[in-house]
């Protein structure tokens, strides 16, 4: 039995000797690179990949998988909305994911962008640099003075609640199937419009679909109270890049804390040197702004996360190879 991996970093390569150790008798061979279809052939020989990327999986890169006999893949992340599901379904692929690797790392990002806001820390970093030690007039605003409605109540908006919740924050919540949990807790709101009404601060937990695309757009946006805050360490897509800066511009919105971004693989992964050299304008003037926060979709990336999301995708991957359904095989068919 052989896997070959791809996109596999030096932080993940621990993780993977530990998994070989544990599974002799698997062959692991790897690459940095990510699976395209120059790269599809390094695969040959083998019985199923692993693979990580932002970057879309082509039909192409597919097509030489499945010209290798190979019809076995496990991605260590949870969202597949880079995979054409007929491209998969016509090549009869079998597909797993990580549904849950450390959902904590994530919200726990969430709320310390919520928090950076709030108390304005951006500002004065830059007042320290230029020797401003002075606290006045950068005031800022208490977790418990705010309505933050969380969209979405899977795994990662779940512990979301449980944290604001720590702080005394009040929370509204919106998710198309109710948690028994949250539900007994009457949280939910019965619409999304109703959560914006109410919300200082919107934090965004969802999976990305053809339907929510762009569902934080300039509608959305007009249905908010002034000053709120968005966060968003989902989808990128989720937003409406465009919408989101003349809210920013208009002060509709107060700040917003990104780690992900419509586009974003056209400047995360690299080194720019400094935010000017950035070549998408769009992400180059959220960047600059103080009252902004990006990082660069690393929202996932803790020590925990990582061991997890090798140990589960490689696990998944023997046994597909085995013949057998793990409990993290996706649904194509849908």
């Known amino acids: 039995m052989k896997i070959f991996a791809y996109g596999i970093r030096d ?7 530990k998994w070989k150790k544990a599974n002799p008798d698997v062959e692991v061979d790897f690459t940095s690179e990510i699976l395209t279809a120059e790269t599809a052939p390094l695969a040959k020989g083998a019985n199923g990949v692993v693979t990580l990327q932002t970057a ?3 039909r192409d890169a597919l097509e030489i998988l499945n010209k290798f006999n190979i019809h076995n893949i496990s991605i260590r992340n949870v969202g597949v909305d880079n995979f054409n599901f007929k491209d998969l379904n016509d090549l009869k692929f079998n597909l797993t994911s990580v549904p849950v690797y450390s959902p904590n790392a994530i919200a726990e990002h969430a709320v310390l962008l919520m928090g950076r806001l709030l108390r304005r820390i951006p500002e004065f970093d830059q007042k320290m640099d230029n020797g401003d030690f002075t606290w006045s007039p950068t005031i800022g605003k208490e977790y418990r003075e705010q309505t933050i409605g969380v969209v979405g109540t899977g795994h990662i908006g779940r512990i979301v609640i449980k944290i604001l919740q720590g702080f005394g924050a009040k929370v509204v919540a919106y998710d198309v199937y109710h948690n028994p949990e949250i539900e007994e807790q009457g949280l939910y709101v019965d619409s999304l419009e109703e959560l914006y009404k109410q919300s200082n601060i ?3 937990h969802v999976p990305l679909f053809d339907s929510n695309k762009h569902m934080i757009n300039e509608k959305a946006i007009s249905e908010m109270n002034d000053g709120v805050y968005i966060i968003n360490c989902a989808r990128g897509e989720l937003i409406d890049t465009d919408a989101l800066i003349a809210g920013l511009d208009s002060g509709k919105i107060a700040g917003a804390g990104l780690d992900v971004l419509d586009d974003e693989n056209s400047v995360f992964g690299k080194v720019w040197g400094s935010i000017d050299k950035i070549p ?5 003037n959220l960047a600059q702004r103080l009252n902004v926060i990006v990082t660069p979709h690393s929202a996932f990336y803790t020590e925990t996360a990582i061991h997890n999301m090798i140990t589960t995708s490689f696990d998944s991957n023997k046994i597909l190879i085995e013949g057998k359904k793990p409990s993290t095989l996706v649904d194509t068919k849908k």
């Open 11 to 17: 932080d993940e390569k621990p993780s993977l000797e």
């Open 56 to 58: 879309p999986y082509t």
């Open 202 to 204: 919107i934090t965004l």
């Open 280 to 284: 998408n304008d769009k992400i180059k």
